[in-house]
């Protein structure tokens, strides 16, 4: 539950239980300390402290000091900020819309890409300052990811993946990404897997089989995002 009960005026910030954590980290920049108070106020405790343990200590202590004092504010005040900071939130939404759009010229490119490019592209997307560096980082799976995966996700990711296209596939990858790809797979056709990936000499396997190997897994891990 919100902090809306504390101060009757904080039900003037009702909109920002309608705007994900993005938006909201969006939201706060360029705000002052007494603004970005009243933001925090309204949050629920919980998320309201993730927020402050994301921020510079000074700054975090600066905006719990004006926590402190928002009740002092007039209505006219909360008022005040409160419409400056809905049409913000608006503007933020059209901005992340229409870069969402953009995301379907994006996604082609970067499948195409080699799997080991694929996040630096990324980065240097979110390091332009667009929201859809954000996005992909959070929707577009890469390589380094794999480990973090949950097992059912590889399992359903490989299933359809033939052995002969998966030992091209995981040739050059990290031993931890290995482990994790093939932890679904029968004892036999792990140890067969990981003798045959030491007495090949080849360094860099196969693009294609890893892009398919990838694609697998990014469908498996959006089904499982979705459920």
């Known amino acids: 539950t919100s902090n809306a009960k504390k101060h009757p005026n904080l039900g003037l910030f009702k909109f920002l239980d309608h705007i994900s954590d993005r938006q909201l980290n969006e939201l706060l920049k360029n705000e002052t300390n007494q603004t970005a108070a009243l933001i925090i106020d309204y949050l629920p405790e919980e998320k309201a402290a993730d927020i402050l343990k994301k921020l510079d200590g000074n700054k975090a202590a600066e905006i719990m000091l004006k926590i402190s004092t928002v009740h002092k504010l007039s209505y006219k005040q909360h ?4 419409t400056r900071l809905f049409d913000k939130v608006i503007e933020i939404r ?11 010229n994006i996604l082609p490119i ?5 799997v080991s490019d694929q996040k630096r592209y990324i980065q240097q997307i979110k390091a ?4 859809l ?3 992909l980082e959070e929707q577009f799976l890469t390589v ?10 590889i399992k359903e990711g490989t299933d359809l993946i033939t052995t002969s296209t998966l030992l091209e596939a995981l040739i050059g990858f990290d031993e931890k990404i290995v482990d994790k790809i093939l932890a679904g797979r029968p004892k036999r056709e792990q140890k067969l897997i990981k003798m ?9 396997g196969s693009e294609k089989a890893k892009s398919y190997l990838l694609s697998s897994l990014r469908k498996a891990h959006s089904l499982h995002s979705e459920a």
């Open 128 to 131: 332009s300052g667009s929201t």
């Open 110 to 114: 970067l499948e195409k890409l080699p």
């Open 94 to 104: 059209d901005q992340e819309k229409e870069e969402t759009m953009g995301l379907d």
């Open 144 to 153: 380094d990811q794999i480990p973090d995966l949950d097992d059912e996700v």
């Open 79 to 82: 008022s005040v900020i409160s």
């Open 196 to 204: 045959e990936l030491d007495e090949i000499k080849d360094n860099e």
């Open 133 to 135: 560096g954000e996005i």
